[in-house]
Nanobody, 124 residues
Framework: QVQLVESGGGLVQAGGSLRLSCAASGRTFSSYSMGWFRQTLGKEREFVAAFSWSDGSTYYADFVKGRFTISRDNAKKTVYLQMNSLKPEDTAVYYC?????????????????WGQGTQVTVSS
C-alpha cells in the first residue's frame, strides 16, 4: 500500500503562485511514478503532471507546460507541484496519485493510489 497526503492548496489571485506538496509513505518508491490530477465540479478528473522516481523523467499536460513544474525531495519522499501564472480556470481540487506505470501513459490511465485532494481556487 501507498499512502499519499497532499497539502498547500488555497486561494490565490490570477497570476499568482502556489506550491502543492504530496508526502508519500508505505511501499518503496523506486519503481513508482507520482503525479497530479485535478477535478472541477461536474467534470472528469484530468491529468496535470507526473514524475518517475526510477529515472526522474517528467510529463505534463499541454495546458500547464511552462507554468507548472513537478519536482521531488528524495529524503522527504515528497513530490511538489509548483504552480505559477495561475488562471481562474486552474481552480479545482488537485489530487496526488501514485502508480507503477510510466508518466507518459498517465493521461490515459487511472492510477492505483490517490490522496484525499486539496482545493486550489484562483480568483480573477
Amino acid at each position: 500500500q501507498v499512502q499519499l497526503v497532499e497539502s498547500g492548496g488555497g486561494l490565490v489571485q490570477a497570476g499568482g503562485s502556489l506550491r502543492l506538496s504530496c508526502a508519500a509513505s508505505g511501499r518503496t518508491f523506486s519503481s513508482y511514478s507520482m503525479g497530479w490530477f485535478r477535478q472541477t465540479l461536474g467534470k472528469e478528473r484530468e491529468f496535470v503532471a507526473a514524475f518517475s522516481w526510477s529515472d526522474g523523467s517528467t510529463y505534463y499536460a499541454d495546458f500547464v507546460k511552462g507554468r507548472f513544474t513537478i519536482s521531488r525531495d528524495n529524503a522527504k519522499k515528497t513530490v511538489y507541484l509548483q504552480m505559477n501564472s495561475l488562471k481562474p480556470e486552474d481552480t479545482a481540487v488537485y489530487y496526488c496519485a501514485a502508480d507503477v506505470r510510466y508518466p507518459g501513459s498517465w493521461p490515459a490511465v487511472v492510477p492505483d493510489y490517490w490522496g484525499q485532494g486539496t482545493q486550489v481556487t484562483v480568483s480573477s
